[in-house]
């Protein structure tokens, strides 16, 4: 069975300050992990995607994450944060292989960005 | 453009009505999801299909259903053997397994 854990239901930080969003996982097999991210009454968009490769990876609107086996790990971090950056924040895995696919996700992170 | 339509976006009904929700894609993907969002609950899946013709219930099937006949369509019906259908409801594709999904923008249901 797969899991994610986000740590923290919400984040607050001010502008122009580092983001860190939690996020552990847990998978029987090794994992395909992802971050999205909402805004208010809408749907889901993909940050960023981890498949196999490279364990650092970039996405749109400055964001990274790196992927870590030993810590069972996937954080999602900005240098500087915009007030625009202001959303909802989802970790989700779903495992490699087999014939059933299932993306599981966290319960998710408020980011509030102060001026 | 391509994308996932959901329709409607906002949608009331009396208690103990069945509802049905719409999505359609026109991104030819093969793999269509259909997932509920509550407020501090993150997105569980109800219910996803593979292929035409095919479906597997997800981890909160109980008082919804589904049909896949066309590759394009994966309605969903509430039920009035769902017990609290007022939610955020989300249809997602993906072209394959293990690859990202593409979200629509949502259809709030609430039942009142």
């Known amino acids: 069975a797969q899991s994610v854990t986000q740590l923290g239901s919400h984040v607050s930080v001010s502008e122009g300050a580092l983001v860190l969003l939690r996020c552990n996982y847990s998978?029987?097999?090794?994992?395909?992990l992802f971050w999205y991210v909402q805004y208010p009454n809408q749907g889901l968009q993909l940050l960023l995607k981890?498949?196999?490769?490279?364990?650092l990876v970039k996405g749109i609107n400055g964001f990274e994450a790196e992927f870590k086996k030993s810590e069972t790990s996937f954080h999602l971090t900005k240098p500087s944060a915009h007030m625009s950056d202001a959303a909802e924040y989802f970790c989700?895995?779903?495992?490699?292989?087999?014939?059933?696919?299932?993306?599981?996700f966290g319960k998710g992170t408020l980011l509030t960005v102060n001026p | 453009d391509g994308g996932i339509t959901q329709s409607p976006k906002y949608l009331f009904r009396k208690e103990g009505q069945n509802v049905t929700l719409s999505c359609e894609q026109n991104?030819?993907?093969?793999?269509m999801y259909w997932y509920r969002q509550d407020p501090g609950q993150g997105l569980r899946l109800i219910y996803y299909?593979?292929?035409?013709?095919?479906?597997q219930k997800g981890d909160i099937a109980e008082g919804y259903s589904v049909s896949r006949e066309k590759k394009e369509s994966f309605p969903l019906t509430v039920t009035s053997a769902q017990k609290n259908p007022t939610a955020f409801y989300l249809c997602?594709?993906?072209?394959?397994?293990?690859?990202?999904?593409?979200f629509g923008q949502g259809t709030r249901l609430t039942v009142v």
């Open positions: 991104l030819n993907h093969d793999a």
């Open positions: 981890y498949t196999t490769g490279a364990t």
């Open positions: 998978s029987s097999v090794p994992p395909y």
């Open positions: 989700a895995v779903s495992e490699s292989g087999g014939s059933n696919y299932k993306l599981t």
């Open positions: 299909s593979q292929i035409v013709n095919d479906f």
């Open positions: 997602a594709s993906s072209p394959a397994w293990n690859t990202e999904a593409f």
